[in-house]
C-alpha cells in the first residue's frame, strides 16, 4: 500500500472514530448549540423591535433584523461547536491515546486530519440546524443567486476549517480539558464584539477598530451580502485572507505540538 493510500485510510478511520465519539456522547455538542439559539431568540424576540427600530432609523421591522443577526448567529454557531472539538482534543491527549496512536504503524497526520473533519461536519451539521431555527422564526433570503449560495455554503465550510485548526492547537497544547475549553473561549466571545448584533458604525468611536480589526467581522459581512444583497466591498477578499491565514496559522501549530515527543 502507497504512503498516500495508507494516510487516507488512517485518516478516514481516524474521522469514524471522531464521528462516533460525538454520536455516543451528544451532551457537548447539544450545549454548545444552545448558545447561539438562546441568542437568535434573546434578541428576536426580547429586544428585536427596538434593535429593528434603532438600526431602521426608527422605521424598520423585526424580520430585517432577523435577517441582519442571522449571519453572525451561523458564524457564533461554528465557534461554539468548535470549543468541543479543542475538549476533544485534550481529552486524547490526557488520557494517553495520543501517546499510544505514537507507537502504532499509522500515518501520524491522520489522528489530527480525524478531528480537523469530523469537527468541520459537526460545524455544517450545526449551523443547518440553527438556520432551521432561523427559518423557523422567519429569515428568509429571496435575493440570493444559487451561486451566492454556493459561495456562502463556501465560506462557511473554509471558516470551521479555519478555526477547527486553531481549536486543535489549542487542545493540543492545554493541559487538560478544562483548560482546552477555557483557552477557547475567544471563539465564542469574539462575535460578540463583532458586527453580529448591531453595524460597526452604531459602535463607540474607541470600540469600531476591537469589532472590524477581527476575522469574524469580515466573515459575518461577507455571508451577509452573499444572503441578503448588501454591499460586500473589500469584506471578502479579508475574509478568505483571514481564514487562510487562520488555517496555515492552526495547522503548522498543530504539527508542531503533535510531533513533539511526550514529556
Not at 434573546?42 to 442571522?70: K, T
Request: glycine fraction near 10%.
Amino acid at each position: 500500500m502507497s504512503s498516500l493510500s495508507l494516510a487516507v485510510r488512517n485518516s478516514t478511520t481516524m474521522l469514524r472514530r471522531n464521528l462516533l465519539h460525538a454520536r455516543r456522547y451528544p451532551s457537548m455538542t447539544l450545549n454548545l448549540l444552545l448558545t447561539p439559539v438562546m441568542l437568535l431568540l434573546l434578541f428576536v424576540y426580547v429586544f428585536g423591535d427596538v434593535m429593528s427600530a434603532g438600526i431602521g432609523g426608527g422605521g424598520a421591522d423585526r424580520s430585517e433584523y432577523i435577517a441582519y443577526l442571522i449571519p453572525g448567529i451561523l458564524l457564533m454557531t461554528i465557534g461554539g461547536t468548535t470549543i468541543g472539538t479543542a475538549v476533544s482534543v485534550s481529552m486524547d491527549m490526557t488520557e494517553g491515546i495520543m501517546a499510544r496512536f505514537r507507537t502504532m504503524a499509522i500515518s501520524r497526520g491522520s489522528v489530527l486530519v480525524g478531528h480537523v473533519v469530523g469537527s468541520v461536519m459537526q460545524c455544517v451539521a450545526s449551523v443547518l440546524l440553527v438556520g432551521a431555527v432561523g427559518v423557523a422564526i422567519g429569515f428568509r433570503s429571496t435575493d440570493a443567486t444559487a451561486l451566492e449560495w454556493l459561495a456562502a455554503f463556501g465560506l462557511l465550510v473554509l471558516f470551521s476549517l479555519a478555526l477547527t485548526w486553531i481549536a486543535v492547537g489549542m487542545g493540543l497544547s492545554s493541559p487538560n480539558p478544562e483548560a482546552a475549553s477555557n483557552n477557547a473561549t475567544p471563539l465564542i466571545f469574539l462575535p460578540l464584539i463583532s458586527s453580529a448584533f448591531v453595524p460597526v458604525d452604531a459602535m463607540p468611536g474607541w470600540f469600531q477598530p476591537v469589532a472590524e480589526y477581527q476575522p469574524f467581522t469580515p466573515a459575518i459581512e461577507t455571508l451577509r451580502g452573499l444572503l441578503l444583497g448588501s454591499e460586500i466591498g473589500h469584506n471578502g477578499w479579508l475574509a478568505v485572507a483571514w481564514c487562510l491565514g487562520l488555517v496555515a496559522l492552526g495547522y503548522f501549530w498543530s504539527r508542531s505540538l503533535f510531533g513533539r515527543d511526550p514529556k
